[in-house]
């Protein structure tokens, strides 16, 4: 079961690049272990699996309702 469709990534990743809002950001980011990616430190990179963290294993299922249509043009 996919979290998000193919176009839901396109805009959550447009969101998280481009977007007026803090990027999503890793929980554990400040181990030591995280570096900056897509803008900041241990950003979270969309998926249809969900959001998928390039350091450690943690992933996130959800993302703010408005963030998955559209938000330009
Ligand atoms: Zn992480």
């Given at each position: ?15 998280q ?31 249809v ?17 408005f ?7």
């Amino acid at each position: 079961m996919s979290a998000f469709t193919p176009d839901e990534v396109v805009n959550l990743d447009f969101y998280q690049r481009h977007g007026n809002f803090h990027p999503f950001t890793c929980p554990n980011r400040n181990d030591g272990n995280h570096r900056i990616v897509g803008g900041d430190l241990g950003a979270l990179f969309p998926t249809v699996r969900g959001w998928i963290c390039p350091f450690c294993d943690y992933t996130q299922q959800w993302a703010h309702g408005f963030m998955l249509k559209r938000g330009w043009q």
